[in-house]
């Protein structure tokens, strides 16, 4: 099993639609990120935890799963980077690779330590977008291979039908 790990903050500080949204509304950057990476998660069979800090959320540890991928706002005193190295060490085991996707060089070297690979915010983009348009190249080829009518007409019959649609005989 693989299961990438996402610092929230830090993809949002990377990704250019991203940052546009958080100038106006930090909430839609996280959703718009959650979203995404749902799709992601759908795609490769990654299982996503996106982490994010504590940061405009008052009180205790939050946890939740919104469209299947599990999202955690730390506790107020914990960063991101340490609830992510925890995780790293909690989830590791023989059948699961763990992947980090954070640009912070800090945090990429802690997570080497914990057997887990790294996962720049821009190859992250690179990925995502690069699943995004085979996700629209599937839909589109399943659009194409799907007949416009349930059930086959001949050309005279699918004229009769179209007369007695408009009302003439």
């Not at 990377?14 to 749902?38: C, F, G, N, Q, T």
């Not at 990654?46 to 946890?63: C, H």
């Not at 992947?99 to 915010?121: C, K, M, N, P």
């Not at 085979?134 to 007369?163: C, D, Y």
Request: proline residues 2%; without cysteine.
């Amino acid at each position: 099993m693989n299961i990438l790990l996402v610092d929230g903050y830090n993809i949002i500080g990377a990704w250019p639609e991203l940052i546009h949204l958080k100038r106006k509304d930090l909430a839609a950057a996280r959703d718009r990120l959650i979203a995404i990476m749902s799709e992601y998660q759908g795609y490769t069979g990654y299982k996503v935890i996106i982490v994010f800090d504590a940061y405009d959320v008052k009180g205790l540890e939050k946890k939740y799963n919104n469209h299947k991928v599990e999202v955690i706002f730390t506790k107020v005193e914990e960063t991101a980077d340490e609830r992510i190295e925890k995780l790293a060490i909690e989830l590791n085991n023989i059948k699961t690779q763990i992947y980090v996707a954070t640009s912070d060089f800090t945090e990429q070297w802690a997570i080497f330590g914990q057997g887990a690979l790294r996962v720049s915010a821009r190859e992250l983009l690179i990925e995502t977008a690069n699943v995004e348009r085979k996700i629209i190249g599937r839909v589109e080829k399943t659009r194409e291979n799907t007949p416009t009518v349930k059930i086959p007409l001949s050309e005279e019959v699918a004229e009769i039908f179209e007369k007695w649609r408009r009302g003439q005989k």
